[in-house]
């Protein structure tokens, strides 16, 4: 079974809509991140969080907001959505804060319209 | 700056060969290393990590990496691929922040 789960897997949006994609992990991990891979760059580190509060944040439009409602969930909405938000988002998290050992999910595919 | 180079976007090897995947990095400092891997369809996994001690580590499924200091590099190593092997193998680079910087990957192929 999985133990990082993404929702949903496959997500089509149209420009300017809002979307959220859901992550919970069931690892008992205390911290959580956001990645993005896209078809034209390497893997993109996003956010992390570490007991529900924001640790590090690399990404420079505010239309990405992580949103962590318990310590095992990690939500990230997208708003104003672009075609260029078109990548696959994973979910990662990892014991502690020190990226010793990344756990990832299976990824949320999403392509804007 | 830190940087991760994967030289090699693309390896085809036969199944039964020996396979090598390069990586090399850019730090000032005392890197700590990792090799991902990513199934098709599927989040990354870690293969192995390089914290300090023997350049050799040992990873799953027969991988193994070598640390050198000298060459900066980190290179990825297994005996006899198998077809299961396909994949995409990241090199990754932790700094003294633990701060990770990525590779851009390479994607191993395996010709039966």
């Known amino acids: 079974d999985p133990k990082i789960i993404q929702k949903p897997k496959y997500l089509v949006a149209v420009t300017g809509s809002e979307k959220i994609l859901i992550c919970e992990q069931y690892l008992g991990h205390n911290a959580m991140y956001w990645y993005r891979q896209s078809a034209k760059k390497p893997l993109e580190f996003m956010f992390s969080?570490?007991?529900?509060?924001?640790?590090d944040n690399q990404t420079a439009s505010s239309r990405f907001q992580p949103q962590s409602s318990k310590k095992n969930h990690l939500d990230l909405q997208i708003t104003a959505l672009k075609p260029d938000d078109s990548a696959t988002y994973f979910c990662?998290?990892?014991?502690?804060?020190?990226?010793?050992?990344?756990?990832f999910g299976h990824g949320t595919k999403l392509s804007v319209l | 700056a830190q940087s991760v180079t994967q030289p090699d976007a693309r390896v085809t090897v036969s199944e039964g060969a020996s396979l090598q995947l390069r990586c090399k990095y850019s730090y000032s400092g005392t890197p700590y290393l990792f090799w991902y891997v990513q199934y098709p369809r599927q989040g990354l996994q870690l293969l192995l990590k390089y914290y300090s001690g023997d350049p050799v580590v040992q990873g799953v499924n027969g991988f193994e990496a070598e640390f050198s200091k000298s060459n900066s590099s980190f290179h990825l190593r297994k005996a006899s691929v198998h077809w299961s092997d396909s994949a995409v193998y990241f090199c990754?680079?932790?700094?003294?922040?633990?701060?990770?910087?990525w590779g851009s990957g390479t994607k191993l192929i395996i010709k039966p």
């Open positions: 990754v680079l932790g700094d003294s922040n633990y701060q990770l910087i």
């Open positions: 969080y570490s007991y529900q509060k924001l640790m």
């Open positions: 990662a998290s990892s014991q502690g804060d020190r990226n010793e050992r990344l756990f």
